[in-house]
């Protein structure tokens, strides 16, 4: 009897390490600062202009960018190609501030990014990165993220990324619940209703960070088709091992 205890706790031990890493990630949240309030407008437009002057950043532990300059022109499609390590993510992280950038070094627009008010930013600039968390909820609800949007804004988005025929192939068209209990998505159709979810917000500038680093090459070959409709008129950034 003392046995089956033991092999009982045992069985649970994964459901009960994940629950305590879910929670320090929660401490973790609570315990950030503050995002910053307010800041200028950006300008409207479907591609804006991006620009890196002189940037110098660093992570605690030695690793930084030194003097970079980049510019990407509205409308067109920058790629970051190199090793793992080199910094591609970063400069990604800094122009949503998903990491602070040094004031006077990143700028959207010819606007500094570090007094554009945080929202509007976020709102202009898409990021799709390696995983894509798919929440529990319809086909739908995981593109518009349970925003107010038409289903016909929805509907235009996946025939522009010429995904009508992936979705009429599942079990309830948009209204396939997804997420836990739902059906399963793979990698790829994951990255695929991440683009849907920028395409319905209109974005300005796509970045996508390693975006089909997960995927085997037919999987990739469907979203790089997608990714090009979704980086068409917009300013692009995509960060990859491979040129390709």
Request: net charge neutral; proline share 5%.
């Given at each position: 009897t003392?046995?089956?205890?033991l092999?009982?706790?045992s069985?649970q031990?994964p459901?009960?390490?994940?629950?305590?890493g879910a929670l320090?990630?929660?401490?973790?949240l609570?315990?950030?600062?503050?995002e910053?309030?307010?800041?200028?407008?950006?300008?409207a437009?479907?591609g804006?202009?991006?620009?890196?002057?002189?940037?110098?950043?660093?992570?605690?532990g030695?690793?930084?960018?030194k003097?970079?300059d980049?510019?990407?022109?509205?409308?067109t499609?920058?790629a970051?190609v190199?090793?793992?390590?080199?910094?591609?993510?970063?400069?990604?992280?800094?122009?949503?501030?998903?990491?602070?950038?040094p004031p006077?070094s990143?700028?959207l627009?010819?606007?500094?990014?570090t007094t554009?008010?945080?929202?509007e930013?976020?709102?202009?600039?898409g990021?799709?990165?390696?995983r894509?968390?798919?929440?529990?909820?319809?086909?739908?609800?995981?593109i518009?993220?349970?925003a107010d949007v038409?289903r016909?804004?929805?509907e235009?988005?996946?025939?522009?990324?010429?995904?009508?025929?992936w979705?009429a192939?599942?079990?309830?068209?948009?209204q396939?619940?997804?997420g836990?209990?739902?059906?399963?998505?793979?990698a790829?159709?994951?990255q695929?209703?991440?683009?849907a979810?920028?395409?319905?917000?209109d974005?300005a500038v796509?970045?996508?960070?390693?975006?089909?680093?997960?995927?085997?090459p037919?999987t990739?070959?469907?979203?790089?088709?997608?990714a090009?409709?979704?980086l068409?008129?917009r300013?692009?950034?995509v960060?990859?091992?491979?040129?390709?």
């Open positions: 003392f046995g089956g205890q092999n009982s706790i069985m031990m459901e009960v390490q994940a629950g305590l320090q990630r929660v401490r973790n609570l315990a950030a600062p503050q910053p309030v307010g800041g200028r407008p950006l300008p437009g479907t804006l202009a991006v620009e890196i002057r002189d940037l110098t950043f660093g992570y605690p030695g690793f930084a960018l003097s970079i980049l510019t990407v022109p509205a409308g499609t920058c970051l190199g090793r793992t390590g080199a910094g591609k993510s970063t400069l990604a992280k800094l122009l949503s501030r998903a990491e602070e950038p006077g990143v700028f627009a010819g606007q500094d990014v554009t008010d945080l929202q930013l976020r709102r202009a600039v990021v799709v990165t390696q894509t968390e798919i929440i529990a909820g319809t086909l739908e609800e995981n518009t993220l349970f038409p016909s804004a929805v235009d988005a996946v025939d522009a990324l010429g995904l009508a025929g979705v192939a599942l079990p309830d068209g948009l396939t619940r997804l836990s209990g739902g059906t399963t998505l793979s790829g159709e994951e695929l209703v991440a683009f979810r920028l395409l319905v917000r974005v796509v970045v996508l960070d390693e975006a089909t680093a997960r995927m085997d037919q990739e070959r469907r979203v790089t088709r997608a090009d409709r979704l068409a008129g300013t692009g950034i960060v990859a091992h491979r040129l390709s």
